[in-house]
């Protein structure tokens, strides 16, 4: 993608909605969530810009594997633009594509108790991840590199770091805030993809916005480091995965009232504040913490992932 193209388009056709703000990193969570509460609603403060947005946004954490089989966590680092922020991602809403708009009805808002999930913590395959059309990682050369996107971890030194996006679904059941694997009561659409306005099938044909992530990874203080042979990439995800494939995302719709449904339904690029929501500086996000609950070193050289995990590199390696 290429930002001033896409920017100079899209204020060209000025009836899309299209919010893109930041939410540092929370260092700490939950080891469980009560499903039946709306565990957002009941959060004080939030790290993310939107005052009125106390959703979750939740992604593994990386690590690096040196040669002799130590890890390190890697850091996140702030986004283009949001680079004073603690970490964390950034957040899209979209009510149509910021390229190629070809949707042009009103999308509807998630509701209180709504969550999702999408991707394979199991998979290990190119074949495995591809029912997951739009979770990919970008090798960035720059800053603001944004293509291409890859399914798998790079495969080289990548100068300023790694950038992973996720999409999520578009098409809901209209029925369901949840469903036990997390991901029946969402799918993609029928054919296409959101951004080419592909229809929702029939048994989800309620259109959502499209809920994107961006999460620039800090390999920097690893690039001087001897890499694996083999054309092995050497970062890891928490839970074990090397190939890539076994990318994630979790989502908690958190927003007070009907302020995303404002949103969705007012023109705008990136700043949304014209629907009237609180904006929040980044040195308040960034104050909103919490205790760690679980006590476990994270952080140093470890012999193993937390957990005891170890990295798994699949058959294609
Ligand atoms: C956090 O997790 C602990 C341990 O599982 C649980 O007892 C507690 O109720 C949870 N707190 C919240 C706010 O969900
Ligand atoms: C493993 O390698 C890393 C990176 O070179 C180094 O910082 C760490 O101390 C090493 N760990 C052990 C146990 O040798
Ligand atoms: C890596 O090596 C390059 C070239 O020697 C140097 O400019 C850079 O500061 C080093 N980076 C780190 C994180 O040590
Ligand atoms: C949006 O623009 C307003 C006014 O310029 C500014 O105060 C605010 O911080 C911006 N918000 C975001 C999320 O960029």
Redesign the pocket.
Known sequence: MHWTKILALALAVPSIAVVRFHCSQLNSF?????TKKD?PGESTCTTCQYAEDFSNYWTAVMYFRAQNGSYKRVPQLGNNQFTNANGGLTVYYMQDAIYDQQQKSKVTAFQPGFRMFIGDIAARTLAEAARFRQLTYTCLDTFITRQPEMMAFPDHVCKEGIMTTLRFPTCWDGKNLDSPDHMAHISYPETGTFESGGPCPSTHPVRTGQVMFEVVWDTKPFNNLTWPTGGKNPFVWSFGDATGYANHADYVFGWKGDALQKILDTPCIFNCTQAGDKIQAVDDMNKCTQKA?VDEDIDSWLPSLPGGFQAEYGPTF
Do not use: E, L, P, Q
């Open positions: 939950n080891a469980t969530m009560d565990m609950i």
